[in-house]
């Protein structure tokens, strides 16, 4: 259904790719729950592209997809939290343009720094995707940082890459 954004987490997933299961996680799969339900003035297809993130060292599992919201404002990368395995979902933040002025529209992806890097601690939170303005015409591959795993209404900027 476009009107939903549906994910489906299995354990077998994230033991496929390696990922350390944590206590408590339930073997058995997780199915039909709801992360986001796009009004229905958002543009077709609504929501695309969802990736989640297991964070280490907690239970907690990010998402985030890109949003066909209407402009304006400029879209934005929404980031919704889990704090029980997958079985509910709020937004903990939003990581919008403060570079380019054209939106966060493109393959977002979430990654948790596993050791302190360029000043940054181990547990940062780095969010990439495409910055492109809605008529398309250029992109420029964004990458923001945030200390708080997330939870904040406007990541910091990190670094842009050309």
Partial sequence: MLASFIITLSA??????????????????????TIFTPPSDYNIPRTLYARTLLLKESNKILATWENYSPQPPLVYYPIFESDDLGQTWHEIGQVHDQVNGWGMRYQPFLYELPESIGGFPAGALLCAGNSIPANLSNTQIDLYASLDKGCVEACACLLLLD
């Fill in 12 to 33: 077998a997933a994230i033991i496929a790719f390696g990922f350390p299961v944590p206590d408590g996680f339930n073997e058995a799969p997780i199915v039909d729950v």
